[in-house]
Nanobody, 123 residues
Framework: QVQVVESGGGLVQAGDSLTLACVVS????????MAWYRQGPGLDREFIGI???????DYADSVKGRFTISRDNAKNTALLQMTGLKSEDAAVYYC?????????????????WGQGTQVTVSS
């Protein structure tokens, strides 16, 4: 099994920066993609960005140029660096991990979500 834990959320002012972390733990796994999503009050979960194992990234238009995703494969960690935060960025931010896990001598693909971390932006 794989566990995903996000951290780093908090209350910031508009224009501030904040960095979220996603840490993956477990045994016998290999992380492929790590993605960030967010869900604001009364809204659907929204894709923010993704990073592949070889550090290729892609972002939603709403955050392009302001948010940056990086990862450390040795530490099974991804960071979401957010700058120029706006009130509309306030949401619960989730990390989603796509990985291969070894079960019964077979590699199996799986996806796991963290519990989310709250980002609040005051204007």
């Amino acid at each position: 099994q794989v566990q995903v834990v996000e951290s780093g959320g908090g209350l910031v002012q508009a224009g501030d920066s904040l960095t979220l972390a996603c840490v993956v733990s477990g045994s016998l796994f290999l992380i492929d993609k790590m993605a960030w999503y967010r869900q604001g009050p009364g809204l659907d979960r929204e894709f923010i960005g993704i990073i592949t194992r070889n550090a290729t990234t892609d972002y939603a238009d709403s955050v392009k140029g302001r948010f940056t995703i990086s990862r450390d494969n040795a530490k099974n960690t991804a960071l979401l660096q957010m700058t120029g935060l706006k009130s509309e960025d306030a949401a619960v931010y989730y990390c989603n991990v796509s990985a291969l896990i070894l079960e019964n001598l077979h590699w199996t693909t799986m996806s796991a979500w963290g519990q989310g971390t709250q980002v609040t932006v005051s204007s």
